[in-house]
């Protein structure tokens, strides 16, 4: 949320862009979170708390 949707993966970022509100753009986050794999989460991870 922070980024602005910035980090998040090509295939979603524009329903971020096109939620209408924060509760919707939250939505959209945990979405991309829950999509996540056990490898993916630890890439993410590494790319983010550099």
């Known amino acids: 949320m922070a980024a ?3 980090e998040l993966e090509p295939w979603i970022a524009p329903e971020f862009d096109a939620a209408a509100d924060d509760g919707g ?3 959209v986050v945990i979405d991309q979170v ?8 630890v890439v993410w991870h590494a790319r983010l708390c550099r």
Do not use: E, F, K, P
Not at 34 to 41: E, I, P, Q, R, W
């Open 34 to 41: 829950a999509s996540l794999t056990d490898a993916s989460a």
């Open 4 to 6: 602005g949707g910035r």
């Open 25 to 27: 753009r939250l939505r």
